[in-house]
């Protein structure tokens, strides 16, 4: 079993950065892969970024390649999300999730998720 939390969402205007993070409890948490997703109002959830186990290898939604960048250390039990370039469409609840299988971009992939932490992006 894991325990998420996600922790630093915010307000940000429009071209600025924002990070967040999500810890995990346990002592596996470098068994999971871990991904981003976020869910804007009125819209389903939808992927944003997953990384390996060991951190070695990322995957990103076209929407947020080259602007957002996933990040883990596992002797925190704590994985990252840096987010720059920020867009008004961005604006949305960020959940972190862990799964036993590869990288997917798909939710159902990912059995644990945490309660998810607001990010506003404004003009």
């Known amino acids: 079993q894991v325990q998420l939390v996600e922790s630093g969402g915010g307000s940000v205007q429009a071209g600025g950065s924002l990070s967040v993070s999500c810890a995990a409890s346990?002592?596996?948490?470098?068994?999971?892969?871990m991904a981003w997703f976020r869910q804007a109002p009125g819209k389903e959830r939808d992927f944003v970024a997953a990384i390996s186990r060991s951190g070695g290898n990322t995957y990103y939604a076209d929407s947020v390649k080259g602007r957002f960048t996933i990040s883990r250390d596992n002797a925190k039990n704590t994985v990252y999300l840096q987010m720059n370039s920020l867009k008004l469409e961005d604006t949305a609840v960020y959940y972190c999730?862990?799964?036993?299988?590869?990288?997917?971009?798909?939710?159902?992939?990912?059995?644990?998720w945490g309660q998810g932490t607001q990010v506003t992006v404004s003009s």
């Open positions: 346990g002592r596996t948490f470098s068994s999971y892969t």
């Open positions: 999730a862990a799964g036993l299988y590869g990288m997917d971009s798909g939710d159902w992939r990912y059995n644990y």
